[in-house]
């Protein structure tokens, strides 16, 4: 299966690996690329489990909300968040269709790499 998030590469050699917990993102790019793709696929424990602990809401509450009916993802500007960075910013567009209604969100997320590991500290939609 191909994955949800865009990158046209198989599933298991992208988010997937990540999904499994055993590796963790390189860069705030990619967490963000695992993130989105967590949604789709209903892994809500990936999505808390990638939050920063003092800003992360409850695990029921993040799976109250999953899986989320996105169509599309496309990452439009990063910022740091590379391997010799301890923040970084990334700004995509996720689109979802809910009913016949299409909706594209644009957000800022502010990613925090904490004992190198890249972890979502908060997200402002534009
Ligand atoms: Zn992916």
């Known amino acids: 299966m191909k994955c949800p998030c865009q990158s046209s590469k198989k599933y298991s050699a992208c988010c997937g690996r990540y999904h499994l917990g055993t590796l963790h993102p390189p860069?705030?790019?990619?967490?963000?690329?695992?993130?989105?793709?967590?949604?789709?696929?209903?892994?809500?424990?990936?999505?808390?489990?990638?939050w920063v602990k003092n800003t992360r809401p409850s695990l029921e509450s993040i799976r109250l909300q999953m899986p989320e009916p996105f169509i599309d993802f496309q990452i439009t500007h990063t910022d740091m968040g590379d391997e010799h960075h301890d923040i970084g910013t990334v700004t995509f567009i996720a689109t979802l269709q809910a009913d016949d209604a299409i909706t594209a969100i644009k957000e800022?997320?502010?990613?925090?790499?904490?004992?190198?590991?890249?972890?979502?500290?908060?997200?402002?939609?534009?």
């Open 27 to 50: 860069t705030a790019t990619a967490l963000s690329r695992a993130r989105y793709s967590a949604y789709v696929l209903d892994k809500p424990n990936y999505i808390y489990n990638t």
């Open 108 to 126: 800022v997320s502010l990613f925090k790499r904490i004992d190198g590991q890249w972890l979502y500290f908060r997200g402002d939609i534009e």
